[in-house]
């Protein structure tokens, strides 16, 4: 049974389109944000991944960052373009890990596990919250997986084509560089820092839109 329609398209699956939302959101706060705000602030910005693993700047573990962005591109692109099977280990190794990791912090040193985003003015305790969330993401890409292959569904990948809309799209991130650089370099803390955050995160939903296969009359994969 093949997972393609008539016309060349996916399929809508909306599981997947929210696990694709998800990880889109995932990757541009744990990747992109990091990534480009080292690139526009320097050593005045500092990032921190956990285990041990940060620095200022592009300095300390920035290469983490760009492996990060390289496996969640490839992650999205393959996700958004078909899903064939490479797509299922991607996207198990990114949320079972992660979600197992999240977990134990959370049972072992709940007093310390707390999301602070100080460009937004936000420290929130993760004990409870942390796990239920990337627990029950990593539950719904594991059912997603196990159904998708009992399924035995062919998963081609849909090649990428250049469209105008694309363009449009690659052109507004290229111009937004120059946007994040003047509001990111703000008061710690600022509306203007905070602008510049959301700016950041809407600049890598839109590069991924632009992984998406053209619109057909008949739908395309469920995804934002």
Excluded at 134 to 163: E, H, Q
Excluded at 171 to 195: D, H, K, Q
Aim: glycine share 12%; aromatic share 10%.
């Amino acid at each position: 049974m093949s997972a393609l329609e008539s016309g060349g398209q996916p399929k809508p699956d909306r599981l997947l389109g929210a696990l694709l939302v998800w990880t889109t959101l995932l990757t541009g706060i744990l990747f992109w944000l990091p990534l480009v705000r080292g690139l526009v602030e320097g050593s005045a910005y500092r990032w921190d991944l956990g285990g041990g693993i940060g620095g200022r700047g592009t300095g300390g573990d920035y290469w983490v960052l760009v492996v990060g962005i390289v496996f969640a591109f490839a992650l999205l692109y393959l996700g958004r373009r078909g899903a064939p099977l490479p797509f299922h280990a991607l996207l198990l190794s990114l949320h079972l890990p992660l979600a197992t990791a999240v977990t134990w912090t959370a049972l072992t040193r709940p007093e310390e596990f707390r999301f602070e985003g100080a460009s937004l003015g936000v420290d929130i305790s993760l004990a409870w919250l942390g796990p239920a969330l990337f627990g029950g993401f990593a539950i719904l890409a594991l059912w997603w997986v196990v159904r998708d292959v009992r399924r035995r569904r062919v998963r081609t990948l849909v090649p990428w084509s250049w469209t105008r809309l694309n363009a449009i799209r690659l052109t507004v991130i290229a111009v937004l560089f120059p946007v994040e650089a003047m509001l990111l370099r703000g008061e710690l803390g600022s509306v203007r820092e905070a602008a510049g955050v959301a700016v950041t995160v809407s600049q890598w939903f839109i590069l991924n839109r632009a992984l998406n296969p053209p619109r057909s009359p008949r739908g395309a994969l469920g995804s934002s």
